[in-house]
């Protein structure tokens, strides 16, 4: 079991220096769960003033739908098991009741007599990663249903089934998204537009039905 040992005075001092000047959050937690070191960038990224967070019990940062599966037991289990916990990605709320992606190691923090104190987290937030990641999934999902669609008009050979299906792709909810869609063909001889094919819902139940 690996374990962080406290140190007394001097590197004590030093820690706490190194601590405030990390932009990510890190936490001490004594045997109860209670807050008993909140750095700066813990103040940045959750919103908590150092004297708003000392003394509070953790799961104050836990969300509740995170809470009514007990996550922390998972955590404390683990921890007490492996001593750490490293690169567990989850999420956390905010002062102002917001919810953010983060990635936490933490360890167990002994004194020089090998008693458990309680333990160390670093938090670092992640949801600009996580965005782009849900980005990403959303241009797959997007280029997917272009194949798919692709494939379609490919084996597609009667004119009015391909414009029908042009159309529909404009205003399904994974193409264009547009609510309607019109073709309008030219008419050569009277030198006009005249209406071939329109596709259109009036309500979410249609929608789903054209699409």
């Avoid at 807050?35 to 700066?40: C, E, R």
């Avoid at 309680?118 to 959303?138: M, P, S, V, Y």
């Avoid at 494939?151 to 404009?170: F, P, T, V």
Wanted: contains cysteine; glycine residues 8%; charged residues 25%.
């Amino acid at each position: 079991m690996q374990q962080l040992i406290l140190q007394e005075h001097g590197q004590d001092m030093l820690f706490a220096e190194i601590s405030n000047s990390s932009g990510d959050a890190i936490i001490f937690l004594d045997t109860s769960g209670q807050i008993v070191h909140w750095n700066s960038g813990a103040e940045q990224i959750f919103g908590y003033k150092s004297e708003e967070a000392i003394g509070q019990d953790y799961s104050m940062l836990v969300p509740a739908d995170l809470q009514g599966v007990e996550e922390m037991s998972y955590v404390n289990e683990e921890v007490s098991r492996k001593g750490q916990l490293r690169k567990y990605e989850t999420r956390r709320q905010c002062r102002d009741g917001s919810v953010l992606f983060v990635d936490i190691s933490t360890t167990q923090i002994f004194d020089d007599q090998q008693k458990l104190r309680g333990r160390a987290e670093i938090i670092k937030e992640i949801q600009a990663r996580k965005d782009l990641e849900f980005e990403l999934l959303q241009t797959i999902l997007e280029l997917a249903k272009i194949n798919e669609l692709n494939d379609i008009l490919y084996n597609c050979y009667d004119e009015a089934d391909i414009l029908r299906l042009i159309l529909i792709a404009m205003t399904a909810g994974e193409g264009l998204r547009f609510n309607r869609a019109l073709l309008l063909l030219i008419d050569r001889d009277q030198e006009v537009l005249r209406g071939e094919l329109a596709v259109g819902s009036s309500n979410g139940d249609e929608a789903g039905r054209i699409w």
